[in-house]
């Protein structure tokens, strides 16, 4: 377990993973063994969404590319690299064409070995700053490869009725319950503000867009996305791919915790 301090405010780190960040007491990350979901935050690479309906297998110029929902990375694991009091940096590392076991398979699955003909180095690196936390992505490979990225943190909810702001618009637990398991769109923005007991603003870089995402009233998940899949049918998945043309490709989001009179 890998802990940062600075001030009123502490971050937890389980490898990679990040199950605790608290200001002054106050936890805004979902906690793992909760209802709702049992990580609290992922990434999802090299692609986003499902795959079963296209066979779990997606267009690639290099090759084959045998993925599940969300991509391969989040089998793999983090390798801690750097540590301060206010930083930690993580990394994963890679092969083209290795196989790695599929962790759904077999009770939720129906293939057991991913695969990706690309080699790349995948960088997350946590920085705690005076006014938030700033969670930066760093990708390397190949020039010209296909990816998308996503990120998945869960946030704690404490409030009967908090509320997602997105510029004027107000969205409310209710509608992305309503949504289900494709999860609502919140399309070509960059900040989005959690009102609950203490609000949240969580602001991006690189990324395009938000989905949000929850099936219980205790968490809901805030995750900047460069495509959203449910765009398009899962057969035409690579639709949605950037192209890493100068590498590494870059991107950041910042957790800045807001006072109730600020919004």
Not at 183 to 202: F, G, R, S
Not at 221 to 227: H, N, Q, R
Not at 233 to 239: F, N, R
């Amino acid at each position: 377990m890998v802990q940062l301090q600075l001030k009123d405010q502490e971050v937890k780190i389980d490898g990679g993973e990040l199950t605790g960040y608290q200001q002054r007491g106050h936890e805004f990350i979902h906690q793992k063994g909760s209802p709702g979901w049992r990580s609290s935050d992922t990434e999802m690479f090299p692609l986003i969404g499902p795959t079963a309906e296209a066979g779990f297998q997606v267009e690639v110029d290099a090759g084959r590319a045998i993925q599940d929902q969300h991509g391969l990375l989040r089998e793999l694991d983090y390798e801690l690299i750097s540590n301060t009091e206010t930083t930690a940096v993580f990394r994963k590392l890679y092969t083209a064409g290795t196989l790695v076991r599929n962790s759904k398979y077999p009770a939720k699955s129906e293939v057991e070995w991913l695969e990706w003909p690309y080699d790349f180095e995948f960088i997350k690196e946590f920085t705690l700053r005076k006014d938030g936390l700033e969670v930066r992505f760093e990708i390397s490979g190949p020039s010209g490869m296909p990816y998308m990225l996503g990120y998945h943190p869960a946030f704690k909810i404490h409030t009967e009725k908090p509320e997602i702001i997105v510029e004027n618009k107000r969205i409310s637990l209710e509608e992305v319950l309503a949504v289900g398991s494709r999860a609502l769109e919140v399309p070509e923005t960059n900040v989005v503000l959690l009102k609950d007991k203490n609000h949240l603003e969580i602001r991006t870089q690189g990324f395009k867009h938000f989905m949000l995402w929850t099936e219980v009233s205790n968490m809901v998940c805030i995750e900047p996305i460069t495509f959203y899949p449910y765009a398009v049918p899962q057969s035409q998945l690579h639709e949605g791919f950037e192209q890493l043309l100068q590498p590494p490709a870059i991107y950041k989001v910042w957790l800045n915790p807001k006072r109730t009179d600020e919004s």
